[in-house]
């Protein structure tokens, strides 16, 4: 019995150090896959994202979310559905509680962006 709570402890010691390294490397940790893993595409797709600066720090949640990106196939997707993703996208789109004002002003603009690609700068022309 006391040598489960001396085994018990000691693993107890270790999981949290591993923890507090774990909280202290976050960032640095999110820095190397985005600089060493993430190619400039994804890097784009993920910046676009609205919560990049809040969900998105955690590195296993990133790394998931680059999971889910790199599952979804271009040959796959439909065009009506690319029409219906970016416009639920852009007319939903709101600043998150925690994210700066020129973060959402590039993710604004870089959703736009996308809907005049789809739809073309003529279409953009008749409502300005």
Not at 19 to 26: H, P
């Amino acid at each position: 019995m006391a040598q489960n709570k001396i085994l018990y402890s000691a693993k107890l010691d270790k999981n949290m150090q591993r923890s507090a390294y774990f909280k202290t490397n976050k960032q640095t940790v999110k820095s190397n896959i985005m600089l060493k893993f993430v190619t400039k595409a994804m890097d784009i797709k993920l910046r676009g994202e609205a919560d990049f600066t809040t969900t998105l720090e955690d590195p296993i949640k990133l790394l998931k979310r680059i999971e889910r990106f790199m599952k979804k196939s271009a040959d796959a997707e439909y065009d009506f559905l690319d029409f219906w993703e970016a416009n639920q996208k852009f007319f939903a789109m709101k600043q998150g509680t925690t994210e700066n004002l020129m973060h959402f002003k590039e993710r604004f603009l870089r959703q736009a962006e996308v809907l005049q690609d789809l739809y073309g700068v003529a279409w953009f022309q008749n409502f300005a």
